[in-house]
């Protein structure tokens, strides 16, 4: 399917649907005579996108907001049941009732873009291993083509968490101008030691799975579900705070009984957040592929804007750079490095906030107190 030289306006949420629900859309964006030129160099088409908006376009197309997802996320981002559901919605602080709310499956994903899991055009068999490596820069690449699709110069705000920040960071580097207001949520511009070392366990882990079948699982009709799920499960601790995982599976209050005769039931799970993780890794494992997990896992690694001295920013956009106290993972001092290095880069308008929350890097995506009403009053300034 070619990509459209004159691009159809978007279409909002069918009218039969809930009001909160849109249509789930594709486009091929790039071609095998327009093909994207990755940061490393190489040349990737075709490149289909899924996405799906919410609310309307106005007049002036002024009105848009786009939101970047963090690793695992896709385009299903607004309330009833998206994954920022307490963020996007009729209401909400991205109140789709006045704006126009774009969000695609990133590049290298698995909800519909183009990723390490779709058919290579040149074999007829899923990529695997042959996908090439991707940089933050091409995934903004792509959301600005989809931008170009859309016929929308400009966008009122971008917003992103984790991950999905690390892609508005780089977009205000890329096309300085294109994004008016950009929140920064619960992210980081260069990745710690701690964290290098977290994301290599869960690589390891699908690495190493038999099912693996170096990146041709599809070809073998299997699923290296068993690396994939305990990625999930080390990953999963990363996003929660220590104290409200205790105040969430506090073990019994009586001490434990003895040992079990039998040792396999002795090692099974037992504990609450034993059983809360083997949960998340069953309902991790119906939605998300390994290879998606392994490539933007690397992403995230490589990730170092700043190291680019002659980069620039828009001295007329307004940033706000969002972190939360008991998040241990990408917590005030990371936020506070994309803060000064926006400053060093030209940004004039630069406001930071520390929510006070108890919910860990997940609290970007949940209800804590104060961060709706600071993302709502930043998209009203």
Do not use: K
């Not at 990509?3 to 039969?16: F, I, M, N």
């Not at 999905?164 to 950009?182: F, K, N, S, T």
């Not at 993972?329 to 990371?334: N, Y």
């Amino acid at each position: 399917m070619p990509r459209s030289s004159t691009p159809t306006a978007p279409r909002p949420p069918d009218t039969d649907t809930d009001a909160d629900t849109a249509a789930p859309q594709r486009v091929v964006l790039y071609t095998e005579d327009d093909p994207l030129t990755l940061a490393n160099g190489r040349a990737l088409a075709p490149v289909q996108v899924a996405y799906e908006t919410y609310g309307e376009l106005d007049a002036e197309r002024a009105n848009a907001v786009f939101l970047c997802h963090a690793l695992t996320g896709s385009a299903h981002a607004a309330a009833p049941d998206g994954w920022w559901r307490t963020l996007v919605g009729p209401g909400l602080a991205v109140d789709t009732e006045r704006f126009f709310v774009i969000c695609p499956n990133l590049l290298g994903g698995c909800a519909g873009t183009t990723g390490p899991s779709s058919t290579d055009p040149a074999t007829g068999n899923a990529y695997g291993l042959d996908f090439p490596p991707l940089a933050v820069t091409d995934l903004v690449a792509v959301h600005r083509r989809l931008l170009e699709h859309l016929e929308i110069e400009t966008l009122h705000a971008a917003i992103g968490g984790s991950l999905g920040g690390m892609q508005v960071l780089q977009w205000l580097l890329d096309a300085p101008g294109q994004i008016a207001r950009a929140a920064i949520v619960a992210a980081s511009s260069r990745l710690s030691a701690q964290n290098l070392a977290f994301s290599a366990a869960t690589r390891h882990a699908i690495l190493s799975d038999p099912a693996f079948h170096s990146g041709a699982y599809a070809h073998y009709s299997t699923r290296p579900s068993r690396g994939l799920s305990t990625a999930r499960r080390v990953g999963h601790i990363t996003y929660l705070a220590e104290d409200s995982m205790d105040a969430r599976f506090a073990r019994p209050a009586e001490p434990d009984p003895a040992p079990p005769a039998d040792a396999r039931e002795w090692l099974s799970s037992r504990y609450p957040v034993e059983t809360y993780l083997d949960h998340q890794a069953e309902t991790f494992l119906a939605r998300f592929d390994a290879l998606s997990y392994l490539w933007l896992s690397r992403v995230m690694d490589g990730f170092d804007p700043f190291a680019a001295p002659q980069t620039r920013v828009d001295p007329a956009t307004r940033a706000l750079v969002l972190s939360f106290s008991s998040d241990w993972r990408f917590g005030v001092a990371h936020s506070r490095r994309i803060a000064e290095g926006l400053r060093r880069r030209g940004a004039e308008h630069v406001a930071e906030i520390e929510i006070e929350s108890a919910l860990g890097h997940d609290s970007f995506l949940l209800e804590a107190p104060g961060y709706q009403d600071a993302i709502a009053r930043f998209l009203d300034d």
